[in-house]
């Protein structure tokens, strides 16, 4: 049986607010896909952790603590989003390995982050990867990679499709502080890379997107591969 692997950009399940109106939506249309497909979900934090994080940093709070705070706020993200499935997982599973044993139960295994240090980007790679998925989704606030930051930058142009090494490189530019065109970490790509997977970036918020992507393997995005 297929697995694909959706990374779900916490802007996009908790921007201003949770945003339970996509997640129904979102649900809806999974759901009525190919029986043949289990899906995995990883779910960001959006802004409960960026609320969160923000405030404490201003006390000196250490990055590792912040991360667990992230983390947790992902958490509760998935299991907000998990509640609009039938056939989920009602326990969030805290790493990769609980969630593919959840999987082997549950047609939509739905997670957030695991560890301080991996970003959901990368456990999403990481959960194709242990699930031989040929295929994962970068759900963000953006409809695809672009050359830098399209809500900054008025010159940035969006690429349709790029390999690894050049994602490699715009990834690292945005971490450097050179862009902020950070659309997936390095990690994340790197992953992907050694185990060729597909990459779909694409906007989250129009749920046309991913029946595309996994019924006709198109996108209004960025590929890459």
Known sequence: MK????SLGGSIVASDGL??????????SLEKMDRKIKFGIVVGGGSVAR??????????VNDNILDEIGINATRMNALALASFFEDANSR?????????????IYRFTIMGGTE???????????LAERNNSDILINATS??????????KEKKARKIDAL????????SMKGLSGAGSN????????????????????????????YKNVIEKGETTGSVIR
């Open 3 to 6: 697995t694909i692997v959706i």
């Open 19 to 28: 945003n339970t109106d996509f997640m129904g939506k979102l649900a809806k």
């Open 51 to 60: 609320s969160y994080i923000s405030a404490l940093r201003k006390y000196g």
């Open 92 to 104: 969030i599973p805290t790493t990769v390995n609980d969630a593919v044993e959840m999987s082997r």
């Open 116 to 126: 301080p240090g991996h970003t959901t980007d990368t456990v999403s790679a990481l």
């Open 142 to 151: 953006v409809d695809g990679v672009y050359t830098s930051d399209p809500r």
């Open 163 to 170: 390999g690894y090494d050049e994602s490699l490189v715009l």
């Open 182 to 209: 950070v659309f997936m970490d390095p990690t994340a790509l790197n992953i992907a890379k050694r185990s060729k997977i597909k990459i779909f970036v694409i906007n989250g918020l129009d749920i046309d997107e």
